[in-house]
Structure formats: structure tokens, C-alpha cells
T-cell receptor, first 110, second 111 residues
């Protein structure tokens, strides 16, 4: 079983739509969670950290559900520039590595 | 502030050869992590270095080795290259318990 699993998508949405997707993590000891954005053939870039209480950064909202061990990302008012692969990441206090999901592809169309 | 830089950006090697990839960490960051990203997959943790010592290792064979230097720059060495080693190799630097900041990667092709 993979440590972090994501729906690969693709999610094809029109501009202005809301899109949301989840990922699940298997290590209950994970303490830190992140969403990274990766454009085609580029390096991943930090989109936002995910906090227990949930957090918002502009049009992006991240939620953490520890009981069910999943993380969600919601994008409101989608822009063409939001088209990318979104990587879900979980850490473990007892480990040194970050575990990445395989990514969820989002395509925003005009 | 200088970001993470990696060299070379692209590399083509033949099966059985050895390769060295280089990474300069972001200014002030003392931890360097290396990841391998195959096409269509998420990055997979190779190992991490903190103050010149290996500080954790993923499920990669011993032919993957690394170094960190006093200035916190790092090298990833891969011996006896295999076709499956073809991937994007990402270096990331960080301070302890902070998010990773990735370099633009080295795309390795093994033929």
C-alpha cells in the first residue's frame, strides 16, 4: 500500500468553477502535511501547508481529517493558470522523509 | 536570497556507467534531501543529509550514495546505472521541520 494515495484525475473544469479533491495517507504518525504544485516537466513548488484547523490561502482551501486520515484541497474561481498537477505530501515525526502522492491533474479550460 | 540550484539540467548515460549530480542548497538551509521522480509518479525519497551526515534513507539500493559538504551543497552518485534509473532527480533544501524547497532538477536518461 502506498503511503500517500491520490485520485490521478484528470479533473477538467471550466474557468470560474470550483474543484476539490482528496488524498489519503497511511501513516497515522504523520504530523506535517503539504500541497505542492507541479507544472509539466518542472520542479514541485510549495502551494500551502495544511494545518489541523484547516487553512485558506486566497482561492485555495486545505483541510485535514486525522480521524479518517485524509487531506483535501479546494480551488475556488479556477483560473487557466491553475492547470497543473497537485501533489499531496505527508511527513512523519519519526521519519525523515516526506511521502508524496502521485499527483492529481487539474486542467482548467476557457 | 539564492534558491536551490542543480546541475546538470539534462544528462544522458549508458547502462553500467556512473553519474554524479550536484546541488547547491538555498542560503541558510542546512538540510538537503534527494528525490527520484519517474514519469507519471510522485517524487520518491532517496536520502537526506544534515550537517554532512546521512539523516535518513528511502528504499534505494547502496549504489545510490551521497555527500554533503561543509557549505551544505550536496552530491548524488549513482553507480552501475540501470535503464529504470531514468528519471527526474530533485534536490530540496530546508531547515529542520520546514517545507522543502526544490531545485529545478536533473533529467537523467539511461540508454
Amino acid at each position: 500500500r502506498k503511503e500517500v494515495e491520490q485520485d490521478p484525475g484528470p479533473f477538467n473544469v471550466p474557468e470560474g468553477a470550483t474543484v476539490a479533491f482528496n488524498c489519503t495517507y497511511s501513516n497515522s504518525a504523520s504530523q506535517s502535511f503539504f500541497w505542492y504544485r507541479q507544472d509539466c516537466r518542472k520542479e514541485p513548488k510549495l502551494l500551502m501547508s495544511v494545518y489541523s484547523s484547516g487553512n485558506e490561502d486566497g482561492r485555495f482551501t486545505a483541510q485535514l481529517n486525522r480521524a479518517s486520515q485524509y487531506i483535501s484541497l479546494l480551488i475556488r474561481d479556477s483560473k487557466l493558470s491553475d492547470s497543473a498537477t497537485y501533489l499531496c505530501v505527508a511527513d512523519s515525526r519519526n521519519d525523515y522523509k516526506l511521502s508524496f502522492g502521485a499527483g492529481t491533474t487539474v486542467t482548467v479550460r476557457a | 536570497e539564492t534558491g536551490v540550484t542543480q546541475s546538470p539540467t539534462h544528462l544522458i548515460k549508458t547502462r553500467g556507467q556512473q553519474v554524479t549530480l550536484r546541488c547547491s542548497s538555498q542560503s541558510g538551509h542546512n538540510t538537503v534531501s534527494w528525490y527520484q521522480q519517474a514519469l507519471g509518479q510522485g517524487p520518491q525519497f532517496i536520502f537526506q543529509y544534515y550537517r554532512e551526515e546521512e539523516n535518513g534513507r528511502g528504499n534505494f539500493p547502496p549504489r545510490f550514495s551521497g555527500l554533503q559538504f561543509p557549505n551544505y551543497s550536496s552530491e548524488l552518485n549513482v553507480n552501475a546505472l540501470e535503464l529504470d534509473d531514468s528519471a527526474l532527480y530533485l534536490c530540496a533544501s530546508s531547515l529542520a521541520n520546514s517545507p522543502l524547497h526544490f531545485g529545478n532538477g536533473t533529467r537523467l536518461t539511461v540508454t
